[in-house]
């Protein structure tokens, strides 16, 4: 089945509407909104993007362990739950931009300091930039790294195989 991503533009233009209508086809639907908020929040989000069947959501690493542990949680009893993806770093970010809001690691390091989050095991993937996927690949055990750069990507259907796309 073909997978489609529907990110903030459309959603924001088009609402769920679109969205129901494309699973309801029987489209697989990564809704591309990089969720960011306080835990509670990112977990309803989450619960509602389960409840319309959304196939993979995504949220920033930076919103922190207990916000994707409470995503985590909150779709953990759904038969058929949205795979979770941890963006690290946006593509677009330099090392001047992690300076300029407080962020002093590396920006080849970035995504090496949240990697070591793996242990948040509903996880199914990380977003990682460009530069280091297959470093990221070979140290996260049993996740798989992915990258935005890909035109034609589909997820393995097992979680259990490291490999960068």
């Known amino acids: 089945m073909c997978q489609i991503k529907i990110g903030k533009e459309l959603f924001t233009a088009t609402g769920r509407s679109l969205a129901e209508s494309l699973i309801h086809q029987g489209f697989k639907l990564f809704l591309d909104l990089k969720y960011h908020d306080i835990p509670h929040t990112v977990a309803q989000a989450c619960k509602v993007a389960a409840d319309m069947g959304v196939w993979m959501v995504d949220m920033h690493a930076s919103g922190g362990r207990r916000m994707m542990e409470a995503a985590a949680e909150a779709v953990a009893g759904y038969g ?3 795979l979770l993806i941890g963006v690290t770093v946006l593509t677009s970010m330099e090392q001047s931009d992690l300076a300029e809001i407080g962020l002093n690691t590396a920006l080849k390091n970035k995504s090496s ?7 948040v095991r509903a996880w199914t993937a990380w977003s990682v930039p460009p530069k280091k996927p297959r470093r990221c690949a070979a140290n996260w055990d049993g996740i798989l790294s992915w990258l935005h750069r890909v035109s034609a990507w589909t997820l393995p259907a097992t979680t259990t195989t490291n490999a960068a796309l």
């Open 113 to 119: 300091v949240w990697q070591n989050w793996h242990k």
């Open 80 to 82: 058929t739950k949205p």
